[in-house]
């Protein structure tokens, strides 16, 4: 096991737990370590017990989950070095609260990667909760990988409104597409109100078109001047946002949605959107807060 010296604010973190899903996760922060040529640093949390008495004994005399959790370590080095051995991997073993520690990290990482499910989980299951958690705290790139989702396409999808929120997703997005030297599709969803359909309100849907497309356009000029060699595809839709993001997850190697929090209780929350993509999309997602 080769232990890293403190954190940095160019490593890739991947967190595991001995599961497949976590494995997963380690050949897609591998794969993304290299394409950005960054130190891959593998994190295992164990969380102090009730009455917060550590769990870590003596260092003499490591107790169970520290031998554990070593164990895990190593096999995520051993996955990541076969994967891809030209990559500086180092692991680090940690006591704290898992969102809460993963959270931080991500304020300081190029990106947290995670798992979909960790140990425990039920087939078919929903998102893990930990992965859900961690999207929703997260000040930073928080990706999440399902199994399954290892065939290369080199289109990435960001979706795309009009809050201005939504420009750290976009300047991810962009930066993985030119990255994988791939394809960027821009997705806007737009649905009519439902008081559209009165037969006495007129609307020019050409006008309407024409004014979504134009979304689009504002929110990705000035990103595709910063990356002109990104070859970016405009996808409009009269659609429910998420349905169009999950349909273009099948054919795409990573969808990218922002997510955003007003407020002390809105903060805590995923937004719907972000949410859903969690929950169905295809491929690997990446939630990007603003």
Known sequence: MTDFPAP???????????????????EWAADDALRRHAPLRI??????????????????WPGPLVLNGRKVLDEAERVARSRQPSVEVGTELIEGEPVRTLSERAATAVEVVLGSRGLGGFTGALL???????????????????????????????????DPHCEPALAYAFEQAALRGGTLRAVHAWQLPVHAFAPEIVYDMDEIRRAQFRVVRDRVGAWQEKFPEVTVLEDVQSAHPVDALVDASAVADLVVVGSHGRGAVASAL???????????AHCPVAVVRA
């Open 8 to 26: 940095g604010t160019r490593d890739v973190v991947v967190a595991v737990d001995g599961s497949a899903g976590a494995n997963v996760a380690v």
């Open 43 to 60: 994190v295992h949390v164990v969380e102090r017990g009730p009455y917060d008495i550590p769990r870590f004994s003596a260092p003499e």
């Open 128 to 162: 893990g909760s930990v992965s859900t958690r961690v999207a929703v705290h997260a000040h930073g790139p928080v990706v999440v990988v399902r199994p399954g989702s290892g065939q290369t396409r080199r289109e990435v999808v960001v979706g795309v409104d009009d």
């Open 270 to 280: 995923l937004g719907s959107v972000s949410r859903g993509v969690l929950h169905h």
